[in-house]
């Protein structure tokens, strides 16, 4: 039925241990990562975290002078979209690094990945282990 010897599914084992750890590596990367960025000539200044939370948000007193409510309040939106890209920019480069190029979210937790290849691999065994 399988063709697949113990000595290959030890080294598909291994295999898949190495792509966990660099997931998990990976992973936790992800949790500093921070975007900056400046609108209005760096008169404002926005920070958001690695889930797109904003950190810190600095306005130069001269720019509440300079600028009326609306246009305020586009350079602002436009500081704070540019932070969340460059998180956006720094996370894919940084999956892209550990070899995992995946538009989407990021695959399940690391620890359930390996759960759930223990336990393919002693389906695996028993059945060969029946034949």
Do not use: C, W, Y
Request: aromatic share 2%; net charge negative.
């Amino acid at each position: 039925m399988f063709d697949v010897t113990p000595e290959e599914l030890e080294k598909i084992s291994r295999q898949a241990d190495e792509a966990m750890a660099k997931l998990g590596e990976a992973m936790h990367g992800l949790r500093d990562i921070t975007g900056e960025a400046m609108a209005a000539g760096g008169k404002i200044k926005a920070t958001v975290e690695a889930d797109g939370l904003v950190r810190d948000l600095r306005l130069d007193p001269r720019v509440l002078r300079t600028m009326g409510t609306d246009e305020l309040a586009e350079a602002i939106v436009a500081a704070l979209r540019a932070a969340q890209m460059s998180v956006r920019k720094q996370t894919e480069e940084q999956v892209r690094a550990v070899g995992i190029d995946h538009a989407g979210p990021l695959p399940m937790d690391p620890a359930e990945a390996r759960a759930r290849l223990d336990s393919i691999q002693s389906d695996f065994i028993a059945a060969l282990q029946n034949h």
